[in-house]
């Protein structure tokens, strides 16, 4: 039973994703895993800006659940940003390989720039090592781990101010 759900499940992303435009489709899937599986992502509305296979952009709003008591962006919330810029990259290209591969996160490290008291937005650039990495644990069969760095900005008109950096280790290892 388990089995046919989910193949009715990845038939439906599948649609859904050849329906919307890739940013629409991502910011879904991203939502749904928050609300089925970590409601706190579902809570703080991360919406995916841009992806692509070299990078993905998502942002998460200064608002009444994602600010402190200094009227920045909660240390919590800016964790959950660089967690889901670089989980949704690496989700990316595991769909692009149709296999089942599982990821977690490892490690987590973090610098604080600068009080972030606008829409934080944050980066993740390095599409291509993910998808070495991807390819890597499928062809091993062996848990792979690889650091992927991350930035937080907040962006006013023309002026990008980077106001947090992250470096996250992606464990990879292939489920089939």
Known sequence: MQKKFSSVGRNFVEKVDQL?????????????????????????????DSIDDDKAIVSIPLNKL??????????????????????????????KQKKNLHFSFKDFQAEFLK????????????GSEIAAAVEKAIQTKERINLSVPAIAETRKGTVVETVAKFTLTLSLRDKS
């Open 20 to 48: 919307l435009p890739k940013p629409i489709s991502a910011t879904a899937l991203l939502k749904s895993f928050g609300f089925f599986k970590v409601p706190l992502l579902f809570m703080v509305n991360p919406k995916v």
């Open 66 to 95: 994602t600010k402190n008591h200094l009227r920045s962006m909660y240390f919590g919330a800016l964790a959950i940003g660089a967690d889901s810029a670089v989980g949704i990259l690496a989700f990316h290209h595991i769909r």
């Open 115 to 126: 009080r972030p008291e606008s829409r934080v937005y944050f980066v993740c650039d390095q």
